[in-house]
């Protein structure tokens, strides 16, 4: 009788586990193309970018994330980067964005990583202010916008959103409106491309101490970007002679047309 019992167990068990099987079997094999699934209205809105600009992106780094063979359907470059967008977009919980493309919450894991650190070591590539050379042709970029000469780039801080860090100095990243942030600082040219960031500090620092901090104030001094060349940034920064602020309380009506560039009106 008990070795009755004992079949009609492991049977029962071999019935519950086929199911399982099959799941993971379908789970493997099933995975969704978002390039193929999405039109181009759609997959914008998930992804935040073009279908082009995200096979551009790919082109720069997918050499060292093809896998080594197709064994076990090996997930592809393309799916692996968008993975990561929709992550960076979305923010979502890992288990959800694995199940679109039937991934497990692991792999998906791994793969933000992997993705995260392939984009930021080509920083120094893609992010650099523009050489004396090539400021000349940024400042006719911007100089075609309002007329406003011999500027090279836009300078402003934003607040990244983080939930508290914890510890002794979380309160050092709660930021003026009172949510906890990262203060990160930004220049950007005419096209708004970014050509300069500084990431990290917490959200209680002001803009003016990222400036001063950085490498910007000495980089102008010594005539890296351009001579006599300047950026333009809000009343959060001190005015010098490399970043020019608007007038606060303009008293003249010279100093009204000048306190609000037409520069800033144009964007």
Not at 92 to 102: K, M
Not at 158 to 181: C, D, M, Q, V
Not at 218 to 224: D, H, K, L
């Amino acid at each position: 009788m008990s070795d009755i019992t004992s079949l009609s167990s492991l049977s029962s068990e071999e019935d519950n586990e086929q199911p399982r099987r099959n799941r993971r079997i379908r789970h493997i094999c099933d995975r969704s193309d978002p390039f193929i699934e999405f039109d181009a209205t759609d997959f914008r809105m998930r992804f935040k970018f073009r279908k082009e600009t995200v096979l551009e992106i790919l082109r720069r780094f997918e050499h060292l994330i093809t896998p080594a063979s197709k064994r076990n359907k090996a997930i592809s470059p393309l799916n692996q980067l968008l993975i990561t967008l929709r992550f960076y977009a979305t923010g979502a919980f890992q288990n959800c964005l694995g199940d679109h493309i039937h991934i497990s919450q692991p792999s998906v894991s791994r793969i933000i990583a992997r993705i995260t650190r392939c984009i930021a070591h080509r920083s120094n590539i893609e992010i650099r202010m523009p050489d004396p050379n090539e400021s000349v042709q940024v400042c006719s970029d911007f100089y075609g916008i309002a007329n406003f000469p011999r500027v090279v780039g836009a300078i402003d801080c934003t607040h990244i959103k983080i939930t508290s860090p914890g510890g002794e100095n979380a309160e050092l990243y709660r930021n003026r409106k009172g949510y906890f942030s990262i203060n990160v600082e930004a220049v950007c040219d005419a096209h708004l491309i970014i050509r300069h960031i500084v990431a990290g500090w917490p959200g209680s620092v002001h803009d003016a101490t990222i400036f001063n901090d950085g490498p910007l104030p000495v980089n102008f001094q010594g005539g890296r970007h351009g001579a006599n060349n300047f950026l333009l940034g809000d009343s959060g920064y001190p005015c010098k002679l490399f970043l020019l602020t608007p007038l606060l309380h303009p008293r003249t009506p010279a100093e009204e047309t000048i306190s609000l560039p037409f520069f800033w009106s144009s964007y």
